[in-house]
C-alpha cells in the first residue's frame, strides 16, 4: 500500500534523536512550558521571520487565539474561504463573530482580493486567507487591502509551514497567524499542536495570557483564559522536525514536480504555482471529471487518495442556516472534482511513477 503520509520512514529517520530528547525532558520531569518549548518557539520565531512565536494545543486554538488577541467578537465579521478544513471557521464562530465566505481562484484554490474587496461591508473586522494545501494566497494583495481599510489580517497557516512570497515567510504578513503541527502536516507532532505568530509585542502577551488560564504569574488571573499549552514532549519531536523542514518541503516539491509532469496532457488540472508563492505541498491536489473512476483504480492497487474537501463551509449543515442564498460557483465546483494523491518528504520517485501510471491507464481505457 501507498499511504497519504509516510509518517513511520519519517520517524525512523529521526528516531534516536527524538527519543533521546524525550528521555531527558522525562528525566527531568519538566513537562509544561519547559525549556523545549521555549526554546522551540525561539527557533520558530527565528525560522519564520517574526518577533513572537507562541505554541499552544491546537492549530484551532491557534486561530482563536489569534482572533481574541487582535480583538475580534461579537459583531464583527471576518471574510475567509469556504474551501477549507471547519476549523478556520470554528475559530471565528468561537469568538462570537460572523464567517463571511467568499469564492476561491479556480487555479490556486484561495480566496482572492476582488472577492475580498466584494464583501467587505460596515460590520466587516478581519479578513482570515488560508494558505491552502501549501501555497500561499495572494497575500500581499490581501494585506494591502486590509491596510486600505482598517482591517486585521489573520492569516491561516495550516497547512503552510516553510511556504513564503517574495522571501517572506507565511505568517509574517499579518497582525497574527496560526499554524496546526497535526501529525501529516508539513511540520507535525506526535498529536495536537498549535503555534501564534506575530509582531505585535501587546498581541504576543495577550496570547500567552489567553493560553495559560489568563495568567502572566501563577495564581494571579487577568482575563479569563483556555488551557491551551503546547506539550513539553511535542516540542522535542517539532524541534527535531523544524531542523529539517526545509529539506522536507523541498523533497515535497521534487514529487509535486515528478507528478505533474507525468500527468501532463492528461484531462485533468494539475495544482499551480502563481510563480511569485513558494507552494511547500501539503497537499498535492487535482481536479477531475472522472474523479470517482481515478479514486477507484487507486484504491484497488491499494493506494490511497482523499477528498479534501467534499462538501464546502457555507453548505455544511452547521451554517446552512447562516449561508441562505449564498452561492461560491469556484468553490463549488472544486469540491465536486478535486482529489489529493499521496505526497510527503518520504514519497519515492517509484511510487510516483506506480501512482500516475494507474491513472494515466484510466484515461487509456476510455
Not at 503555534?195 to 504576543?204: E, G, I, N, R
Not at 520517485?349 to 484515461?363: E, N, Y
Request: aromatic letters at 8%; proline letters at 4%; glycine letters at 8%.
Amino acid at each position: 500500500m501507498i499511504p497519504m503520509v509516510n509518517l513511520q520512514a519519517q520517524y525512523t529517520d529521526i528516531k534516536d534523536e527524538i527519543e533521546r530528547g524525550m528521555a531527558e525532558t522525562i528525566a527531568a520531569c519538566s513537562f509544561i512550558l519547559g525549556p523545549n518549548v521555549q526554546a522551540f518557539e525561539k527557533e520558530a520565531a527565528d525560522y519564520l521571520g517574526v518577533r513572537h512565536a507562541i505554541g499552544c494545543a491546537s492549530g484551532t486554538d491557534a486561530l482563536h487565539l489569534a482572533l481574541l488577541a487582535e480583538g475580534i467578537g461579537p459583531g464583527d465579521e471576518v471574510i475567509t474561504s469556504a474551501f477549507t478544513f471547519i476549523a478556520t471557521a470554528e475559530a471565528i464562530k468561537y469568538v462570537g463573530a460572523t464567517p463571511v465566505f467568499v469564492d476561491i481562484d479556480p487555479c490556486t484554490f484561495n480566496i482572492t482580493p476582488e472577492t475580498i474587496e466584494n464583501a467587505i461591508t460596515p460590520k466587516t473586522r478581519a479578513v482570515m486567507p488560508v494558505h491552502l494545501f501549501g501555497q500561499p494566497a495572494d497575500i500581499i494583495a490581501i494585506q494591502a487591502i486590509c491596510q486600505r481599510h482598517g482591517l486585521k489580517l489573520i492569516e491561516d497557516c495550516a497547512q503552510s509551514f516553510g511556504a513564503s512570497v517574495d522571501g517572506i515567510q507565511t505568517g509574517a504578513f499579518g497582525d497574527a497567524a496560526g499554524f496546526s503541527f497535526f501529525p501529516s502536516k508539513n511540520l507535525g507532532c506526535f498529536g495536537d499542536g498549535g503555534l501564534v505568530t506575530t509582531q505585535c509585542d501587546v498581541a504576543a502577551a495577550k496570547i500567552r495570557q489567553y493560553r495559560n488560564h489568563g495568567s502572566d504569574v501563577r495564581y494571579y488571573h487577568d482575563v479569563i483564559g483556555y488551557n491551551s499549552r503546547l506539550d513539553e514532549l511535542q516540542a522535542v519531536v517539532l524541534r527535531a522536525k523544524l531542523k529539517r523542514i526545509d529539506h522536507y518541503n523541498a523533497a515535497r516539491r521534487h514529487a509535486a514536480q515528478r507528478y505533474s509532469a507525468q500527468l501532463a496532457g492528461l484531462p485533468l488540472q494539475t495544482p499551480h504555482e502563481d510563480g511569485v508563492g513558494v507552494h511547500v505541498y501539503h497537499q498535492y491536489t487535482v481536479l477531475c471529471d472522472r474523479r470517482d473512476d481515478v479514486m477507484s483504480a487507486l484504491q484497488a492497487k491499494q493506494i490511497a487518495c482523499a477528498v479534501y474537501y467534499p462538501v464546502p463551509l457555507h453548505q455544511q449543515n452547521v451554517f446552512k442556516a447562516e449561508c441562505v442564498g449564498v452561492s461560491l460557483p469556484v468553490t463549488e465546483s472544486v469540491a465536486a472534482r478535486c482529489f489529493s494523491l499521496p505526497i510527503c518528504a518520504n514519497l519515492a520517485d517509484d511510487s510516483v511513477d506506480t501512482i500516475t501510471g494507474v491513472i494515466r491507464s484510466v484515461f487509456d481505457a476510455g
